[in-house]
């Protein structure tokens, strides 16, 4: 099958800046780093998972089920995620703290001011 090398955990962290990013994502690995700039809530969500796993993040939102996404993210595949045993991989859910503050508050004003 193409694309399904089997890359471990310590190579997807070294792929973790803007201008190579790539994302774990149910265990898959993708290269977002062309991609991300097209998303229509802005790069910065992407940007900082670069390296690491969005799985949980991506998954909260249920826009990103959709096949025209799936579609995208197979073309982007670089491989799927070995998991060594014993191995913690972070799922990161403290990462994301801050940005549903913000959206919390964003939202928190539409729905009181506009
Ligand atoms: C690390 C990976 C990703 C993260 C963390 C992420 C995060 C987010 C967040 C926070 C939102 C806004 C949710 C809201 O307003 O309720 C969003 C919306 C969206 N994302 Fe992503 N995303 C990721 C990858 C992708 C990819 C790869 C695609 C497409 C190929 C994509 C397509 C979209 C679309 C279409 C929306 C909806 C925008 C709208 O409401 O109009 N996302 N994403």
Known sequence: MINSRKIE???????NTKNDCWVIINDQIYDL???KKFHP??????????????????NLNPIHYKSE?????????????????GQK???????????????????????LFI
């Not at 996404?69 to 045993?85: A, P, S, T, Y």
């Open 9 to 15: 955990y310590s190579e997807v962290q070294k792929h």
């Open 69 to 85: 996404i799936r579609d995208i993210l197979r073309g982007l595949k670089v491989g799927n995620l070995i998991r060594k045993e």
């Open 89 to 111: 991989i972070p799922d990161n859910k403290i990462t994301i703290i801050p940005l549903l503050i913000l959206i919390f508050i964003v939202l928190s004003y539409y729905f």
């Open 41 to 58: 809530v802005g790069e910065s969500y992407i940007n900082i998972f670069a390296g690491k796993d969005a799985t949980w993040f991506f």
């Open 33 to 35: 780093t062309n991609q």
